[in-house]
């Protein structure tokens, strides 16, 4: 039969060579297709075409399976082989592991830390949706941008704007409140009012109550469970009231703590409907929207801009130039910062810096892996060499060297989250976050472990892998020693890279305390040491009395002075608008104001340049003064102290009475604002007192008795004016202590891979240091000779630091109005503890080695 | 050394008798020849490789011929250690029968 006429099936081959296309296997069609001529020959062309397609779908399912399980087989032999590698060098291993785990460790953590900074509020259903609605008005040359708009205006959205699902209010009537249920009495800071669509817009857990209405009517409240403890025990409080500075409240509802990470914080809620008349009309309050799905919201931001001019009550209001506009809820923790902002802003900058900080530490703990396998891996040259002899391919030597390398790396990874799991507690203190272990095991975080466990396992496994697959079986195994000199480079300059990062680490926490202890001890220009400050809040009022109310304090012989005003310095100052009389429009400014009593000025050692500030006695026929500070004058348009001074404000008969020089009152991370202060006899809230620090203790017990003497069934807040102050450090204090410690972390990985690195090299080169000793070299001079190399590898790294260092700080440092210039000791201090650290891992090594 | 399985020997005994001749299409008639069993080439060559993995023989892998389309050929043969595996299957063979008579059905002793 001609067999240019009859072709075997194709169809049946190309499935087969789909699945099976080595050329080995392939050798199957070829009998096949031999075959399939003969049964042609003999029983004709259909018979065989039915014979081939049922030969191919026989076959294919075995040489598949065949395939997998031969797979599996190879896969467990490198597995075993990789295991068994490890247990013989568990030195090395562990080192590696450990260095590793950290490393990861240390990115998870700063992950998670990232994840929680840009993820505010996003707990809440649908919390794409949610905008808070912020003012921007013009007055005089200004624009001011505030977080609180009047709270009728949520009435009028919800009737207005068909765009709108919800509208919520949800802000805090006062700074403090004094909470009482019977015996338990304690001023609180974080009782809230919201509206009753608050609980369907936010996520509100409910333990007790009913969501559906628990803020429907005035008066009532819900509480978080910790809250309920404090004040009800184990009691049930669902009915009982509880009451605020004097009103009552009855209980609807226990529900879950708000997560850390929103700026909806509350311990406890008030219903909407209980608020005054007064503020009901008067009042400014963050208002929050939540836009109803096929809403578009550039749409209804054009509209709402409009908002202050479409429904002004009045003509003249219908002038304004006031504009309102959204800040979707997420955005607000890390970028907004207006005017009554209800909580401090997160600052994006320490989310960069951690993220930076993250990638160092896992360059290092790389390195450190690379560096020490290839160091291993010329003890294993005769392995490469011999299975190269047997017919192993390179490609299967590569995967097989990756494989371990990603082995290494999976089982540092499962280590790292043990040892994050373990360590949680201590970062929680360090950083002041609240992290528990079921964060640890969220998707993105495992994704996230996941990319860099792959990362990691191939880079760091690359280089080892490409390296030792190409050695030459015959050199290698005629038991020459493999020079590389491309591997001692690349391995050294691994070294000066470790200890480079390393070493900016170190000077960049060096310099960071340095700024925080400046800012610190920094000359305020007035006098917080030695100060209690006593609040008297709600119920607590002093009103007119104040001078008696100081003077009943004074009569203790340790309290030596005593000032009231109407906030502290250090705290978020209050802001009101004030315009030279008959300037409003012009000049009108939003600014620091503060009301103070006769005694303020000499208490806290304000300097006085201009104007006769008070009589050190206090002279009750002063009529009201102002006084503003040095910034305040250019504010106001005016040219120089003496102008200033008898200039009137705020369209009232006072005038200046006088011009302070410039001092801190809120902290030195800011340029000095404009400050005005008036002197006044009413609406103080706190009273300065003046201790000689001797029996501390007993004049604070005078203090705490003298109150409740004073003010029967309040609770008594008290603090010291320098920690207070201080307080505001509080994120570069957390910043400073998160930096020391990875900068501890990254030194010791880097020192483990140092160590490991020493050993190895002082091994590798026992026979050049037996021939030196036989020379006729003392042991101390091998040892010298061995520790100058590594010296000059970290000399290097101490060089690439330090430009690195001083540019990365000065970015750092420009945040500050009031900075430190980097300075040489931190540079010199940080090259020389690691060249100390650097030489005492090594001595060990070499002296070993040496011996 | 275990034992051969019956099906080992049979394919073993093939490419014994085959010579230069024992690729894939050969052993395959002479297995159905000696056996009646049809076996599949697929089937045939993982049972092949197992072998060749466990040391009896070894694979040849031969060049291309335009017979068979373009794809070469698979030539197998037997190692010493095979050899030694059949010498094996053998002698166990003939110590388990000996003495058996022809007929199973005549009472052993005697």
Same mark, same amino acid.
């Given at each position: ?851 | 050394?275990?034992? &051969? ?5 049979? =394919? ?6 085959? +010579?230069?001749? $024992?690729?894939?299409? %050969? ?16 089937? &045939? ?5 197992? =072998? ?6 070894? +694979?040849?892998? $031969?060049?291309?011929? %335009? ?44």
């Amino acid at each position: 039969m001609d067999r240019a006429k009859v072709k075997p099936p194709g169809f049946p081959r190309w499935i087969f060579s789909h699945f099976a296309s080595s050329q080995e296997k392939m050798t199957v069609v070829g009998d096949l297709d031999e075959y399939f001529f003969e049964i042609v020959d003999e029983k004709g062309k259909n018979r065989a075409i039915m014979w081939y397609w049922g030969q191919v779908l026989k076959s294919l399912p075995l040489i598949i399976k065949h395939t997998i399980y031969r797979s599996y087989i190879m896969f467990r032999n490198y597995l075993k082989i990789s295991l068994r590698n490890l247990q013989r060098n568990k030195g090395f291993s562990v080192i590696n592991i450990l260095g590793l785990s950290i490393g990861i460790a240390s990115c998870l953590l700063i992950l998670l830390y990232v994840r929680f900074e840009s993820n505010y509020d996003t707990h809440h259903k649908d919390h794409e949706r949610i905008y808070r609605v912020a003012l921007s008005s013009k007055s005089g040359a200004s624009e001011q941008l505030y977080a609180s708009i009047p709270n009728k205006h949520a009435l009028v959205f919800k009737d207005v704007y068909p765009e709108l699902e919800e509208v919520v209010r949800f802000g805090k009537q006062s700074s403090m409140q004094a909470v009482k249920y019977r015996d338990k009495h304690f001023y609180e800071s974080d009782v809230m009012i919201m509206d009753q669509s608050g609980l369907e817009v936010f996520n509100i857990p409910f333990v007790n109550g009913d969501p559906s209405t628990a803020l429907l009517r005035p008066f009532t409240a819900i509480l978080t469970e910790e809250f309920a403890l404090k004040y009800f025990g184990n009691e049930n409080p669902i009915g009982k009231i509880i009451s605020l500075d004097t009103t009552g409240y009855e209980i609807t509802g226990v529900v879950k703590k708000p997560p850390t990470n929103t700026l909806l914080k509350f311990d406890m809620i008030v219903s909407f409907d209980s608020i005054d008349d007064h503020r009901r009309n008067n009042w400014f309050c963050p208002v929050y929207i939540k836009l109803r799905g096929e809403a578009d919201v550039e749409v209804f931001e054009n509209k709402i801009k409009a908002f202050p001019r479409d429904y002004a009550e009045t003509e003249e209001d219908r002038n304004t130039e006031d504009t309102l506009f959204l800040q979707p809820l997420k955005d607000i923790h890390l970028s907004s910062n207006l005017i009554w902002e209800p909580h401090p802003p997160g600052n994006p900058m320490y989310v960069y810096i951690f993220m930076v900080v993250g990638v160092f530490i896992m360059m290092i703990a790389g390195m450190n892996y690379m560096n020490l396998s290839t160091a291993r891996s010329m003890n294993r040259s005769g392995e490469v060499g011999l299975r190269k002899v047997v017919g192993a391919h390179r490609k299967q030597l590569i995967i097989q060297f990756m494989g371990e390398s990603l082995l290494l790396t999976f089982i540092a990874t499962v280590f790292a989250f043990l040892l994050l799991a373990l360590s949680l507690n201590f970062f929680n203190s360090i950083g002041e976050t609240e992290f528990r272990i079921a964060d640890l095991l969220q998707s993105d975080i495992i994704a996230g472990s996941i990319v860099i466990f792959i990362l990691i396992g191939f880079v760091s496994g690359s280089y080892p892998a490409l390296f030792l697959s190409a050695f030459k079986p015959v050199s290698v195994l005629k038991g020459g020693n493999i020079k590389g000199m491309k591997g001692t480079l690349v391995r050294k300059a691994l070294v000066v890279g470790q200890f480079a990062i390393s070493i900016t680490l170190i000077i960049g926490t060096l310099i960071i305390f340095k700024q925080l202890d400046y800012m610190k001890n920094m000359s305020l220009g007035f006098n917080k040491e030695q100060k209690i400050v006593v609040s008297f809040l709600g119920n607590a009022t002093i009103g007119a009395n104040y001078q008696n109310v100081k003077d009943e304090f004074l009569q203790h012989p340790s309290i030596l002075g005593a000032t009231a005003a109407s906030n502290v310095l250090g705290r978020w100052q209050i802001r009101w608008q004030v315009w030279p009389s008959g300037q409003r429009e012009e000049r009108g400014q939003t600014v620091n104001f503060l009301m103070i009593d006769r005694d303020f000025l000499s208490e806290y050692e304000i300097e006085i340049i201009e104007g006769m500030g008070f009589a050190r006695e206090p002279n009750i026929n002063q009529p009201d003064g102002f006084l503003i500070n040095e910034a305040a004058i250019g504010a106001f348009g005016w040219n120089s102290p003496q102008e200033a001074i008898g200039k009137g404000l705020w369209d009232r008969d006072s005038e200046i009475i006088g011009i302070m020089k410039n001092f801190h009152f809120s902290g030195v991370q800011s340029a000095i604002e404009p400050y005005v202060l008036l002197l006044s006899n009413e609406q103080f809230r706190y009273i300065t007192l003046r201790i000689d620090t001797e029996n501390l203790s007993e004049t604070v017990s005078f203090i705490e008795n003298k109150y409740s003497e004073l003010f029967q069934n309040q609770p008594i807040d008290y603090f010291f004016l320098d920690e207070d102050f201080d307080k505001q450090y509080r994120s570069e204090e957390r910043t400073a202590n998160i930096f020391t410690m990875f900068t501890i972390l990254g030194l010791f990985i880097a020192c483990l891979g140092l160590f490991g690195l020493a050993s190895f090299m002082a091994q590798q080169r026992t026979k050049e240091i037996g021939i030196r000793k036989i020379l006729g070299a003392s042991s101390n001079s091998v040892i010298i000779l061995l520790i100058k190399e590594f010296v000059r590898l970290v000399g290097l790294g101490i060089v690439i630091s330090w430009p690195l260092a001083y540019f990365s700080m000065s970015i750092w440092l420009q945040n500050f109005a009031y900075r430190i210039s980097p300075g040489w000791i931190s540079f010199i201090a940080a090259a020389f503890m690691a060249l100390t650290i650097a030489v005492l891992t090594v001595i060990y090594q070499s002296y070993r080695a040496a011996s | 050394m275990r034992f &051969l399985s019956r099906a080992d020997e049979i =394919l073993l005994l093939a490419v014994l008798r085959l +010579k230069e001749n $024992a690729y894939g299409v %050969p052993i395959v008639k002479e297995v159905e020849k000696r056996t009646g069993k049809k076996i599949t080439f697929g089937g &045939l060559w993982v049972q092949m490789d197992n =072998l060749c993995k466990k040391g009896y023989i070894t +694979k040849t892998i $031969a060049d291309p011929t %335009p017979e068979r389309g373009g794809r070469g050929k698979i030539y197998y043969t037997l190692t010493h250690k095979g050899e030694k595996a059949l010498e094996q299957v053998r002698e166990l063979n003939s110590s388990l029968w000996e003495d058996i008579p022809g007929s199973l059905k005549k009472p052993i002793s005697d």
